[in-house]
C-alpha cells in the first residue's frame, strides 16, 4: 500500500477544514479610524514626557489601536530608561540613535543603530546606552 495515496489526501482535508473554521471577516474600524487625522502622528520634541534618564514619545494610542503600543525612547542622562524586566507580552525594540547594551536572559551584547531585538514574553529583557552618547529606540508590542 502506498502511504501517500492515503495521506496526502487527509492532509489536505484536514487543513481545508481547519482553514474553512476559522473567521475570516474583517471587524470593521471604528469611524475616528478611518479618518487620517485619528492615525497619524508626527514626532514633536515639544510634546515628549520628560523622564529621569531623557524623554519618551507614545506614537500610538492604545484605546485606538486594539493594544498596540509604539513607543520611542531617549535616553541621555542615565544608563537606562528602566532596568531590565519581563511581562506577558512579546516586544520588539529597535535602535535607532546610538550603541545600545541589549540584554536577553543571561545574554548581553551591544549593538548598533538599526538593531533589532525580539522579545518573546516572560523573559527578562533589558536596554541601556553603551557609550555616552545619547540612545534613542522604539518599542513595539501589544498590551
Not at 49 to 69: C, M, Q, R
Request: aromatic share 8%; with cysteine.
Amino acid at each position: 500500500m502506498h502511504l501517500t495515496k492515503f495521506y496526502l489526501p487527509l492532509v489536505i482535508l484536514s487543513f481545508s477544514a481547519g482553514f474553512a473554521a476559522r473567521d475570516l471577516s474583517k471587524p470593521s474600524a471604528p469611524a475616528i479610524l478611518t479618518r487620517m487625522d485619528s492615525c497619524l502622528n508626527t514626532f514633536n520634541p515639544d510634546e515628549a514626557v520628560a523622564t529621569d534618564a531623557g524623554w519618551i514619545h507614545w506614537f500610538t494610542k492604545k484605546e485606538l489601536s486594539g493594544g498596540l503600543n509604539l513607543k520611542m525612547t531617549r535616553v541621555d542622562k542615565q544608563q537606562a530608561y528602566h532596568p531590565a524586566h519581563k511581562h506577558n507580552d512579546p516586544e520588539i525594540i529597535l535602535v535607532l540613535e546610538g550603541e545600545a547594551r541589549l540584554t536577553l536572559e543571561d545574554e548581553e551584547r551591544i549593538v548598533p543603530q538599526n538593531t533589532s531585538l525580539f522579545c518573546p514574553p516572560g523573559l527578562m529583557h533589558g536596554i541601556s546606552r553603551a557609550s555616552d552618547k545619547p540612545l534613542r529606540y522604539l518599542i513595539i508590542r501589544t498590551q
